[in-house]
């Protein structure tokens, strides 16, 4: 018998109509994690935490951003549980995303890690090594109450843009 390790993303759609919270993240995963449970399976989520760290940031002014961050916080604790591995991926875009009441508006300078300051500041999100520090605590600050031992030890670069391309 073969194994196969699954990885998916979790994360919005991102193009010009951005998709929901339900529709890209909640229902598709809850889908696949039952269907992986009906085979004893599991898979690695990479978290996009830079939108949930987005939702809890500016989840005093909108309560659907509130409801978004709950939703997924729920989710995410669900598969800890049940044995999934959460792992970092980063969209560091969020960091500059703005919410209009409605829409997401985006700011695309941020799109790549690379494009955050190489400053080593791990207290700066705006900084490359406080992007991944503040996210890397972030998902093993949300999952330590199911399960203290979590470690985030595997990253993903949104978009595939690990590198800097002109350097």
Not at 14 to 41: H, N, Q, R, W
Not at 44 to 50: G, H, N, P, R
Not at 73 to 85: F, G, P, S, T, V
Request: aromatic share 10%; hydrophobic share 35%.
């Amino acid at each position: 018998m073969k194994e196969i390790i699954l990885t998916i993303d979790y994360e919005l759609f991102f193009g010009e109509k951005v998709g929901s919270v339900d529709s890209c993240m909640i229902t598709p995963t809850e889908l696949l994690a039952d269907l992986l449970a009906k085979y004893d399976s599991r898979m690695t989520v990479f978290w996009d935490i830079l939108h949930y760290w987005k939702l809890r940031e500016l989840s005093n002014n909108y309560a659907i951003l509130t409801e978004d961050a709950q939703k997924i916080r729920e989710q995410i604790l669900k598969l800890a549980e049940a044995n999934h591995d959460i792992q970092l991926h980063l969209h560091p875009h969020w960091i500059n995303t703005t919410f209009n009441g409605q829409d997401w508006q985006f700011n695309l300078d941020g799109y790549r890690l690379h494009d955050l300051s190489q400053e080593n500041n791990p207290q700066d999100i705006n900084s490359i090594a406080g992007c991944v520090k503040i996210g890397k605590n972030l998902i093993e600050e949300t999952i330590k109450s199911v399960n203290p031992y979590h470690k985030v030890n595997t990253f993903r670069a949104g978009g595939y843009c690990i590198q800097p391309f002109d350097k």
